[in-house]
C-alpha cells in the first residue's frame, strides 16, 4: 500500500561515504528540482543540536519515502553509514526492500549478504548520473511519489547555494590559504603512507623514503616503485597545480636518489587536483576516470596504497 506523501518528510535520502559526498551532491541536486532530497551536507543547519544518530535513524527508517545507497566496499562500517545501515535493515524487515536502490559506484564492489539474492543493482560507471538520476525518479514515483515544479524561489535558493560555492571555490584557489592548505595536505599525505607503510612492512618487504625536496616522496617494494610529486609553481594560486602519482620498475627518480645500474623506467600515471567541496572539505579530486568522486587525505593515502600494492602482487606474480 503506498502511503500518502504528507507521511514523508523527504522523498529520497541518500546515504553515502564521505569520499563520495561530490557525488551525492551532484545526484541530489539533479533531483531537487522535483523532489525533497536528504544530502546530509545540504541538510545539515537542520540537525544542529540534535542527536545525530537518533535523527539519522529516524530519516533512513522511517521518514525518507526512499533510500539510495551510494555503495563501494567500506559502506556500513563507518559511525555513521553503520547507523544508516542498521535504520535500513529494520526497516526492510518490516517493510520489505521496495523502498530501497543501491548504485555500485565501484566495479569491484561486492554486494553486502545481508541483501537478497535477487536485489539488481544500478552500475554508476556503466550509466552515469543522468541514468542513476533517472532511475532514483522511477523508484520515487514507483513508491507513491510525485515530481512536483520546482517554483521560482526554490530554484533561486537553489542557485544562490550554487553561485556562493563557486565563488568561495573560486577564492579559495587563488588564494595564499588555498595553496597552504595544499601544501600541509601534502605533508599530511607524506606521514599518513609512511604510518601505513610501517603497518605493511610487519608484512611484506617495503619502505617509505622522504626526498630531499619536501614535495616529492617515494615508496620502495621489491618489484615496484611508487612516487608522489607535488606540483605547484605559483605562490598565491592552486588552479593548476597537482599530485602525480606514479609507478616505476625500480627506484624513482626522486632527488639524491643514486643509479648504479639500470635507471628506472616510468609504468603509468595519475594525477590528483587539490579542492575544496561544497561543505567547504578539503580533498583531492583524481583528474581522470571518475571525476566526481573525492579522497579527504587520510582516504588518498589508502587508496595510493592499495593501487601499488595491487600492482606489486600483479608483478610477482607475472614474474614467478
Not at 17 to 33: F, H, P, V
Request: glycine share 6%; aromatic share 10%; with cysteine.
Amino acid at each position: 500500500m503506498t502511503e500518502s506523501s504528507a507521511q514523508f518528510e523527504y522523498d529520497v535520502a541518500f546515504s553515502f561515504l564521505a569520499d563520495d559526498q561530490t557525488s551525492a551532491l551532484q545526484l541530489g541536486d539533479m533531483l531537487s528540482d522535483r523532489y525533497r532530497t536528504f544530502v546530509f551536507p545540504k541538510e545539515q543547519e537542520k540537525l544542529v543540536a540534535t542527536d545525530g544518530q537518533e535523527s539519522f535513524t529516524e530519516i533512513f527508517g522511517k521518514t525518507a519515502r526512499c533510500v539510495v545507497v551510494l555503495y563501494r566496499n567500506g559502506w556500513g562500517t563507518t559511525p555513521w553509514t553503520r547507523t544508516e545501515q542498521t535504520a535500513i535493515q529494520n526497516r526492510a524487515l518490516q517493510d520489505g526492500w521496495q523502498f530501497l536502490l543501491f548504485i555500485k559506484l565501484d566495479p569491484v564492489a561486492t554486494m553486502p549478504r545481508w541483501l537478497p539474492h535477487s536485489y539488481i543493482w544500478h552500475d554508476f560507471e556503466r550509466c552515469g548520473p543522468v541514468g542513476a538520476a533517472g532511475a532514483i525518479s522511477a523508484l520515487i514515483q514507483r513508491e507513491g511519489g510525485t515530481a512536483h515544479a520546482e517554483t521560482l524561489a526554490q530554484k533561486a535558493a537553489r542557485t544562490k547555494r550554487a553561485m556562493e560555492y563557486q565563488d568561495r571555490r573560486r577564492q579559495f584557489m587563488r588564494s595564499y590559504e588555498g595553496v597552504n592548505a595544499a601544501k600541509a595536505n601534502v605533508g599530511a599525505l607524506w606521514s599518513a603512507i609512511e604510518d601505513r607503510v610501517k603497518v605493511i612492512g610487519e608484512t611484506i618487504s617495503v619502505t617509505a623514503k622522504r626526498s630531499r625536496m619536501t614535495h616529492e616522496f617515494c615508496v620502495l617494494g621489491t618489484h615496484l616503485g611508487l612516487m608522489l610529486c607535488w606540483h605547484n609553481h605559483v605562490a598565491n594560486d592552486i588552479s593548476d597545480g597537482y599530485l602525480e602519482v606514479t609507478h616505476w620498475s625500480g627506484h624513482p627518480p626522486i632527488a639524491g636518489a643514486m643509479y648504479p645500474f639500470d635507471r628506472p623506467t616510468r609504468l603509468q600515471a595519475w594525477r590528483y587536483e587539490f579542492d575544496l567541496t561544497e561543505a567547504d572539505a578539503h580533498v583531492w579530486r583524481p583528474t581522470s576516470g571518475d571525476k566526481q568522486r573525492t579522497f579527504p587525505t587520510d582516504s588518498l593515502a589508502d587508496e595510493v596504497l592499495g593501487v601499488f600494492l595491487d600492482e606489486e602482487r600483479a608483478r610477482a606474480t607475472k614474474q614467478s
